[in-house]
């Protein structure tokens, strides 16, 4: 392209700006016009174009060639233009082109000649920049600063104090100093270099600051465990169970803290010490079921095989249960169903109005013996049944009947701790003591029941004709009914407490059935006669009971067999009028 071309491209452009440029435009013709060759060598000759008549598109064309050729040197040029930034002994390198940086345009000028360029072309560059309003781009702060955030990092070799938790030791790492320097100020000394197009480094002060040390309320909390008690539980089933101990671990905090202020070290292994329960897996029961709190002792035949069968299973099924505070201990639900599977056998037992053989038959008097070991333990009794007629192993209104899927015995630890029944039927002897952790120095417990009323029984005789003349066979013998009042009192440590109702009880009487052969001058006959009603029972001494301790219940629901019950009917704990 000619000169003369060039100086038009340039008077069309500045042509349409204001005349406020015009001084430029004069000083670009002369450029111009002393830069001929290498506007040659920008645009080319292009001798088939019209000199005189350019179009708009040649004139755009000639202003980006002018233009893309200045921006090709200034990206290399900018390129190499790099800024040390320097702090203590390390050092990050700040690229002026990717910081957006200013243009050294006299070094620029430098560069060009250097690569072979014609330098001149800068001031044609910027006079069309300026022509053409083109605003430089703002240096790129965000850049700035996570390039210092990079040399923080190279920086600072410290860290707080800190610890590792390994089996029962602690490994304490000391906090190391940290070296820094303050970014913010950084950041406006860089970029004041670099709008100055100094490039002759940057050296940041630092600041050494003592590293932290450990968190030591965080390390005791998370090294040290406290020891778990041993405790007895129950489970879904109903079953108690006994929770294992853990053992805990503990840490001398002022030992590791003072050997952290006075010696020097970078890392330290502390060892804690193992902490054991108190209660343990092993010794559960050594602090517990330590006193008797109740006991009672009932006598039974050994020569009465099945009964004696059916009272030692039961006995058995009850030993060693253990009922924590507030639980119900359940007679039914810890001995289970009364079956043959299970070893009960056929023993006589109260049905309707009679005696007859039953599976389980027995049972009664070890339920009953219960009842009376937790009546003296000073238990709450939560549903107790007098039997439908008098036994012989307990006094009159301190009997429990109990029957599978009918009546119960139940009563409740209503002490603090646990306790367990202790319970054995050997020649004849039934013993049940009721295990736990006495609350006072002595206790002594009197019972005594009174007869209220008596129902005399009567007599049914039946005539066999099969039968010898006068011979008499008793299918029963007749017993008095009564209807019963327990009473209790309890002198506790020298202090005498007022007499306690117990319960009502309601016995039937039980009548004589006689069948007799007939007399050699009448027929069979029946004859029924009233006997006179028979004066209650003596009244027996006052009793004296030793109270003890709680169990947990450790029995399971079993299946159906009957017992010595009073046919369905309950006479549990009812009041007296005007009684307590």
Not at 8 to 22: D, G, Q
Not at 81 to 98: F, P, R
Not at 229 to 254: C, F, H, L, Q, W
Not at 443 to 453: I, L, T
């Amino acid at each position: 392209m000619s000169t003369d071309k060039v100086k038009l491209v340039v008077r069309k452009i500045l042509e349409k700006k204001n005349a406020a440029i015009a001084v430029g435009a004069v000083f670009l013709v002369a450029v111009v016009g002393a830069t001929a060759v290498l506007a040659v060598s920008v645009f080319g000759d292009r001798e088939n174009s019209d000199p005189d008549g350019p179009t708009a598109g040649g004139e755009t064309s000639a202003y980006e060639d002018i233009v893309g050729l200045v921006d090709g040197y200034i990206d290399e040029y900018q390129r190499q233009k790099m800024l040390k930034v320097s702090a203590g002994n390390c050092s990050v390198e700040i690229c002026a082109s990717d910081a957006d940086a200013p243009v050294d345009y006299d070094g620029l000028r430098d560069y060009i000649e250097a690569k072979g360029g014609d330098p001149d072309i800068v001031a044609v560059y910027r006079t069309v920049q300026s022509a053409m309003n083109v605003v430089p781009a703002e240096i790129d702060t965000d850049y700035i600063s996570s390039m210092l955030s990079e040399l923080e990092v190279m920086l600072d070799p410290g860290g707080d104090g800190r610890y590792e938790i390994k089996g029962d030791s602690v490994v304490v790492y000391r906090g190391v100093p940290h070296l820094s320097f303050d970014a913010e100020a950084a950041s406006g000394i860089v970029k004041t270099a670099l709008e100055n197009c100094d490039y002759s480094g940057v050296v940041l002060e630092t600041e050494e600051t003592k590293g932290v040390a450990p968190n030591w309320d965080q390390l005791y909390s998370d090294f040290c465990i406290a020891p778990t008690n041993a405790e007895y539980s129950v489970d879904d089933a109903g079953n108690t169970v006994i929770v294992p101990s853990k053992t805990g671990r503990d840490i001398d905090m002022e030992e590791i803290k003072e050997c952290y202020r006075r010696e020097n070290w970078t890392k330290k292994t502390f060892f804690g010490v193992v902490v054991r329960p108190e209660i343990t897996t092993s010794n559960i029961d050594d602090g517990l079921f330590q006193d008797v709190l109740g006991e009672k002792t009932t006598t039974f035949l050994e020569a009465e095989a099945s009964r004696s069968n059916n009272i030692k299973l039961a006995t058995a099924s009850i030993d060693g249960c253990i009922i924590l505070p507030g639980f119900k201990f359940s007679f039914n639900n810890t001995v289970g169903e009364r079956t043959e599977e299970r070893g009960y056998q056929d023993a006589l037992i109260y049905v309707n109005d009679g005696v007859e053989p039953g599976l389980g038959g027995g049972i009664c008097q070890v339920s009953s013996t219960l009842y009376n070991a937790t009546l003296e333990a000073g238990l709450k009794q939560y549903s107790r049944t007098c039997h439908q007629f008098t036994v012989f192993y307990v006094d009159l209104g301190f009997d429990a009947t109990v029957s599978w899927g009918n009546l119960d015995y139940i009563f409740v630890n209503n002490t603090k701790y646990p306790i367990k029944i202790e319970a054995s039927a050997e020649n004849g002897v039934l013993n049940i003591k009721i295990l736990g952790t006495k609350n006072y120095e002595t206790r002594k417990v009197y019972y005594r029941y009174q007869v209220v009323e008596t129902y005399g029984y009567e007599t049914l005789t039946t005539v066999d004709e099969t039968l010898a003349p006068g011979t008499k066979n008793y299918k029963s013998h007749g017993r008095n009914g009564y209807r019963v009042e327990t009473y209790m009192t309890v002198i506790q440590d020298g202090e005498r407490y007022a007499e306690e109702w117990i319960a009502t009880s309601i016995y039937d009487p039980i009548d004589t059935v006689v069948t007799e052969g007939p007399p050699l001058e009448t027929t069979a006959r029946v004859e029924r006669t009233t006997k006179a009603t028979t004066a209650p029972p003596t009244q027996p001494p006052p009793a004296t009971t030793t109270a003890s301790r709680p169990a947990p219940q450790t029995g399971t629901t079993a299946p159906e067999s009957s017992a010595e019950g009073r046919n369905g009917e309950t006479s549990e704990n009812r009041e007296p009028p005007g009684s307590r």
